[in-house]
């Protein structure tokens, strides 16, 4: 297994558990948030989106889907395209109301683009550093397992609020 099929088959396996968070559900449980003041699957879906096509656009220098594609004008959300979710309040999340067609339509777009993206990435890329903020300076492949492990605890806070709404 090569640098590309490994970041293929975590990539995917989030896209199965994203489809499994949301199949079947309707808008109003897809916006209930535990305890009226919890994160709602919607905003959590939205938000690992949101971070994995910020952080993947910004690592490989090409124009986030959530612009690039009309997202941002297509789920209708009143935050500013470059918003991630990152510091939102609660009236911002309760702001996110989505039905499960826009939420996985943004998430499959997102992960179609992020195939493309590392269907050629080599393992000498893996050390490219990508964010200089930080010390130390993050490399790409850093960049790609962050990713890839925020996604997966939103996306199972996302199946654990599935479990208490159903």
Do not use: C
Not at 8 to 29: H, I, N, S
């Amino acid at each position: 297994m090569n640098t590309s099929e490994l970041l293929t088959d975590a990539f995917g396996r989030v896209l199965e558990e994203v489809q499994g968070a949301v199949d079947g559900l309707g808008d109003e449980a897809l916006s209930t948030r535990p305890d009226g003041v919890g994160n709602s699957i919607a905003w959590l879906i939205w938000h690992l989106t949101r971070i994995q096509d910020d952080h993947l656009a910004d690592a490989g220098g090409y124009e986030q889907v959530y612009v690039a594609d009309g997202w941002h004008e297509r789920l209708g959300l009143p935050f500013d395209p470059a918003d991630t979710g990152y510091g939102h309040s609660s009236a911002d999340v309760a702001a996110v109301r989505l039905s499960a067609e826009q939420v996985t339509g943004y998430y499959e777009a997102v992960h179609a683009r992020t195939l493309e993206y590392i269907k050629e990435l080599t393992d000498a890329e893996l050390d490219r550093i990508v964010d200089r903020r930080w010390n130390p300076p993050v490399s790409l492949g850093v960049r790609l397992i962050s990713v890839i492990s925020d996604d997966l605890q939103h996306v199972g806070q996302a199946a654990y609020v599935r479990g208490l709404i159903s």
